[in-house]
Nanobody, 124 residues
Framework: QVQLVESGGGLVQAGGSLRVSCAAS????????MGWFRQAPGKEREFVAA????????NYADSVKGRFTVSRDNAKNTVYLQMNSLKSEDTAVYYC?????????????????WGQGIQVTVSS
């Protein structure tokens, strides 16, 4: 099975930047499409961004487009989410996920593997 471990979360002031990482291990293949989701208190889990194996095809939620950038380093089995111009509404637990479909799908049900999540808090 695949293990996903997020890192790099923490506290940042509004307008600041933060990069979270997701390291994959186990039976992980570079062909997996990697996604980021988040869940804020009292809200449902929502899609943030996804990236295919080649890195050439990405998908972003409208709420983060232009501010967040997803990338991956297949040699390190790691995917990144660079978050810039952070807003208080970006505060959430961020989850790394993987799917085998080769598609940057935004639906969480189609992601087979999940990390435990990491807290990102944006203060005003």
């Amino acid at each position: 099975q695949v293990q996903l471990v997020e890192s790099g979360g923490g506290l940042v002031q509004a307008g600041g930047s933060l990069r979270v990482s997701c390291a994959a291990s186990g039976r992980f293949f570079s062909s997996y499409t990697m996604g980021w989701f988040r869940q804020a208190p009292g809200k449902e889990r929502e899609f943030v961004a996804a990236i295919m194996w080649s890195g050439g095809n990405t998908n972003y939620a409208d709420s983060v487009k232009g501010r967040f950038t997803v990338s991956r380093d297949n040699a390190k089995n790691t995917v990144y989410l660079q978050m810039n111009s952070l807003k208080s509404e970006d505060t959430a637990v961020y989850y790394c996920a993987a799917n085998i479909f080769g598609s940057t799908i935004a639906t969480s049900e189609f992601y087979e593997h999940w990390g435990q999540g990491i807290q990102v808090t944006v203060s005003s």
